[in-house]
């Protein structure tokens, strides 16, 4: 063999090795904050939270300014992310407390199936009960780590080591094996610790620029406020030591770093209802091998539905061969590839959001049914059973909406007024059947036009659109006749029906707060 020609060939062998040997599939990291809503993030602009792992994250990833969670309620949000599918379509998944549903599999059982390690620590999908079809106990984010424990810096933190049991987790996987890790974060969920935020966090009043208009603007909503926001900063300050635990191995750069919360922070008119502040959240997403052009902000619509497909892509795994039902939601990938800012793919143009049943405080444990949809300009909600209290009953203290300081200071204002206030009406008032909002002009879904003149051809057309998709999709509001549909699902929590049954004798103790009577 000519002398020149063995180093070409040898180059043409490493070439052909190089080519044919196989791809370490990329790791897959799951952050979910509890109780996190847009844009309470620095990296959004809010001077009053400080975020630098997420802003890093988005930093040398995306970051989504229009991510939306379907429903904004704990276990029923969760399951949208786990399935893929959105709640409508998900039977018992879409109520709160409930048995989620065996005829479907989660994204991480479909990745162990193909060979990926899984687990998580701190809060998983929660709360429910979870069983596979022959009545024995599943985990559908496989087994937990929640040995490690740390000194929390308010009484309202969780005592969990979040890095340290992902640590252990590592340690555990076996060598070149890819795996998938669920980082449920306990915060900002409440209770909290009142005045946190100034009296440890150091913050001050005056830093929040401005308290939303459905609440009064008062030094215990103010505190409340930066008492969440500490909260949020602890779950920050634990993501960020989960990243240099994956630098330390040498496992950051492939993995799939997805950094969320499962609905909108836990006060009056937000979390559990249909708004902005409670289905709007953020999102910041960090993965090398599939965003080659990191940095940029987003504005596209996406929803949860969007990331278990996202995930299964990530991992290799087409949809037929995960043995999910059929997604809903359609894989972020060609967002994340693009080198574009802004709207990437104009057919995300929007979102569709609902609720059923939450927490228990109405009659026979009823929910409150709403269906929306988020445009580019316009939030359109339609509650289809608007003689029901939105938070729960006055007289059983509004039970579907947390406790929490502001709530309180809502509840004082009206009963030391003797009549109802705007406030109140805002966040514990009936509603109408209909409601529209200009995001632009009116970002805290104040002022519905659905009751205003000149704006009946916009509404007439978002129901429209919002209706045929809902049908399109076999949503049972619309395809069935059975109005409680999702109300028969019984609650897996006997705690909430026996308050439920104590409420219909007529010995349930009122809370302090309570009302007595509706107004």
Same mark, same amino acid.
């Given at each position: 063999?000519?002398? @020149? /020609?063995?180093?070409?060939?040898?180059?043409?062998?490493?070439?052909?090795?190089?080519?044919?040997?196989?791809?370490?599939?990329?790791?897959?990291?799951?952050?979910?904050?509890? %109780?996190?809503s847009?844009?309470?993030?620095? &990296?959004?602009?809010?001077?009053? !939270?400080?975020?630098?792992?997420? %802003?890093?994250?988005?930093?040398?990833?995306?970051?989504?300014?229009?991510?939306?969670?379907?429903?904004?309620?704990?276990?029923?949000?969760?399951?949208?992310?786990?399935?893929?599918?959105?709640?409508?379509?998900?039977?018992?998944?879409?109520?709160?407390?409930?048995?989620?549903?065996?005829?479907?599999?989660?994204?991480?059982?479909? /990745?162990?199936?193909?060979?990926?390690?899984? #687990?998580?620590?701190?809060?998983?999908?929660?709360?429910?009960?979870?069983r596979?079809?022959?009545?024995?106990?599943?985990?559908?984010?496989?087994?937990?780590?929640?040995?490690?424990?740390?000194?929390?810096p308010?009484?309202?933190?969780? *005592? !969990?080591?979040?890095?340290?049991?992902?640590?252990?987790?590592?340690?555990?996987?076996?060598?070149?094996?890819?795996?998938?890790?669920?980082?449920?974060g306990?915060?900002?969920?409440?209770?909290?610790?009142?005045?946190?935020?100034?009296?440890?966090?150091?913050?001050?009043?005056?830093?929040?620029?401005?308290?939303?208009?459905?609440?009064?603007?008062?030094?215990?909503?103010?505190?409340?406020?930066?008492?969440?926001?500490?909260?949020?900063?602890?779950?920050?300050?634990?993501?960020?030591?989960?990243?240099?635990?994956?630098?330390?191995?040498?496992?950051?750069?492939?993995?799939?770093?997805?950094?969320?919360?499962? *609905?909108?922070?836990?006060f009056?008119?937000?979390?559990?209802?249909?708004?902005?502040?409670?289905?709007?959240?953020?999102? &910041?997403?960090?993965?090398?091998?599939?965003?080659?052009?990191?940095?940029?902000?987003?504005?596209?619509?996406?929803?949860?539905?969007?990331?278990?497909?996202?995930?299964?892509?990530?991992?290799?795994?087409?949809p037929e061969?995960s043995?999910?039902?059929?997604?809903?939601?359609?894989?972020?990938?060609?967002?994340?590839?693009? *080198?574009?800012?802004?709207?990437?793919?104009?057919?995300?143009?929007?979102?569709?959001?609902?609720?059923?049943?939450?927490?228990?405080?109405?009659?026979?444990?009823?929910?409150?049914?709403?269906?929306?949809? !988020?445009?580019?300009?316009?939030?359109?909600?339609?509650?289809?059973?608007?003689?029901?209290?939105?938070?729960?009953?006055?007289?059983?203290?509004?039970? %579907?909406?947390?406790?929490a300081?502001?709530?309180?200071?809502?509840?004082?204002?009206?009963?030391?007024?003797?009549?109802?206030?705007?406030?109140?009406?805002?966040?514990?008032?009936?509603?109408?059947?209909?409601?529209?909002?200009?995001?632009?002009?009116?970002?805290?879904?104040?002022?519905?036009?659905?009751?205003?003149? #000149?704006?009946?051809?916009?509404?007439?057309?978002?129901?429209?659109?919002?209706?045929?998709? @809902?049908?399109?999709?076999g949503?049972?509001?619309?395809t069935?006749?059975?109005?409680?549909?999702?109300d028969?699902?019984?609650?897996?929590?006997?705690?909430?029906?026996?308050?439920?049954?104590?409420?219909?004798?007529?010995? /349930?103790?009122?809370?302090?707060? &309570?009302?007595?009577?509706?107004?």
């Amino acid at each position: 063999m000519p002398r @020149l /020609l063995l180093p070409v060939l040898l180059v043409l062998f490493c070439a052909v090795v190089a080519v044919a040997a196989p791809t370490r599939r990329s790791n897959i990291l799951i952050a979910l904050a509890d %109780d996190w809503s847009f844009p309470h993030a620095s &990296a959004y602009g809010t001077r009053w !939270v400080n975020t630098p792992n997420f %802003d890093r994250v988005a930093r040398e990833g995306v970051l989504f300014s229009n991510a939306y969670t379907p429903v904004a309620k704990c276990s029923a949000s969760r399951a949208t992310l786990l399935l893929g599918r959105n709640p409508w379509q998900s039977g018992a998944a879409f109520v709160h407390w409930n048995y989620f549903p065996p005829e479907y599999r989660s994204y991480p059982e479909a /990745l162990a199936a193909a060979g990926y390690a899984i #687990g998580f620590t701190g809060k998983g999908w929660s709360p429910g009960v979870a069983r596979f079809p022959d009545g024995s106990p599943r985990n559908v984010l496989g087994p937990g780590f929640q040995a490690r424990k740390l000194q929390p810096p308010t009484r309202g933190i969780a *005592n !969990v080591d979040y890095a340290g049991n992902l640590s252990d987790f590592l340690d555990q996987v076996p060598a070149d094996s890819p795996w998938c890790f669920w980082y449920g974060g306990n915060e900002p969920h409440r209770a909290y610790e009142f005045r946190s935020g100034v009296n440890k966090g150091g913050k001050s009043l005056d830093q929040i620029d401005r308290v939303p208009g459905y609440w009064p603007d008062h030094p215990d909503v103010r505190h409340d406020l930066l008492d969440y926001a500490m909260e949020i900063e602890h779950f920050d300050t634990q993501l960020g030591a989960i990243l240099e635990e994956l630098a330390r191995r040498g496992e950051l750069d492939n993995t799939l770093v997805i950094v969320t919360a499962d *609905n909108g922070m836990p006060f009056p008119r937000v979390k559990g209802q249909v708004y902005e502040a409670a289905s709007h959240l953020p999102l &910041a997403i960090r993965w090398p091998a599939g965003i080659p052009h990191p940095g940029r902000t987003v504005t596209d619509f996406v929803s949860f539905i969007d990331l278990a497909p996202t995930v299964l892509a990530a991992a290799g795994i087409l949809p037929e061969a995960s043995g999910m039902a059929a997604f809903a939601g359609r894989d972020l990938s060609p967002l994340l590839a693009s *080198n574009s800012n802004g709207r990437v793919d104009p057919s995300r143009d929007h979102v569709m959001l609902g609720r059923e049943r939450h927490d228990p405080g109405r009659p026979h444990n009823a929910g409150y049914p709403v269906r929306a949809i !988020v445009t580019d300009g316009y939030l359109f909600l339609h509650n289809f059973a608007p003689e029901r209290w939105p938070s729960g009953n006055p007289e059983t203290g509004y039970l %579907d909406t947390d406790a929490a300081a502001t709530r309180d200071v809502l509840l004082q204002t009206r009963r030391a007024q003797g009549v109802t206030n705007p406030h109140w009406e805002l966040n514990f008032g009936l509603r109408p059947a209909d409601e529209l909002y200009a995001l632009a002009d009116d970002p805290d879904n104040i002022r519905n036009l659905a009751l205003l003149p #000149g704006h009946a051809a916009q509404l007439e057309s978002l129901r429209r659109r919002l209706f045929d998709a @809902l049908r399109a999709e076999g949503d049972p509001r619309l395809t069935g006749n059975d109005p409680d549909f999702f109300d028969r699902y019984p609650f897996a929590n006997e705690a909430f029906n026996d308050l439920y049954e104590r409420w219909q004798r007529g010995d /349930l103790k009122l809370p302090h707060w &309570a009302d007595p009577e509706p107004r």
